[in-house]
C-alpha cells in the first residue's frame, strides 16, 4: 500500500499562486508515477498533471500547460505542484495518486483549492 497526503490547497484570487504537496509512504517502490488530478463541482476527475520518479520531463494537461509545474524530490518521497496565473476554472479538489502497474491506484484524500475574482 502506499499511502498519499496533500497539502496547500486554499483560497487565492485569479491570477494568484499556490502550490500543493503531496507526501507519499508506504511501499512507494511500487509505484514509479505520480499524478495530480482535479474535480470540479459536477464535473468528472480530470488529469492535471504527472512525473516518474526516475526521471524525465513532467506532462500537463493542456488546460494547465505553461500555468502549473510538478516537481519531485525523491529523498522526501515529495512531489509538488506549483499553480501560477490560476483562473476560476481552476478551482477544484486536487487528488494527489499513485500508479500501480497499470493504472492510478492509489490515491490522497484531496485538497480543496478555490479561485475567486
Known amino acids: 500500500q502506499v499511502q498519499l497526503v496533500e497539502s496547500g490547497g486554499g483560497l487565492v484570487q485569479a491570477g494568484g499562486s499556490l502550490r500543493l504537496s503531496c507526501v507519499a509512504s508506504?511501499?512507494?517502490?511500487?509505484?514509479?508515477?505520480m499524478g495530480w488530478f482535479r474535480q470540479a463541482p459536477g464535473k468528472e476527475r480530470e488529469f492535471v498533471a504527472q512525473v516518474s520518479w526516475r526521471g524525465g520531463s513532467p506532462s500537463y494537461a493542456d488546460s494547465v500547460k505553461g500555468r502549473f509545474t510538478m516537481s519531485r524530490d525523491n529523498a522526501k518521497s515529495t512531489v509538488y505542484l506549483q499553480m501560477n496565473n490560476l483562473k476560476l476554472e481552476d478551482t477544484a479538489v486536487y487528488y494527489c495518486?499513485?500508479?500501480?502497474?497499470?493504472?492510478?491506484?492509489?490515491w490522497g484524500q484531496g485538497t480543496q483549492v478555490t479561485v475567486s475574482s
Open positions: 508506504g511501499r512507494t517502490f511500487s509505484s514509479n508515477v
Open positions: 495518486a499513485a500508479r500501480g502497474v497499470y493504472a492510478f491506484d492509489y
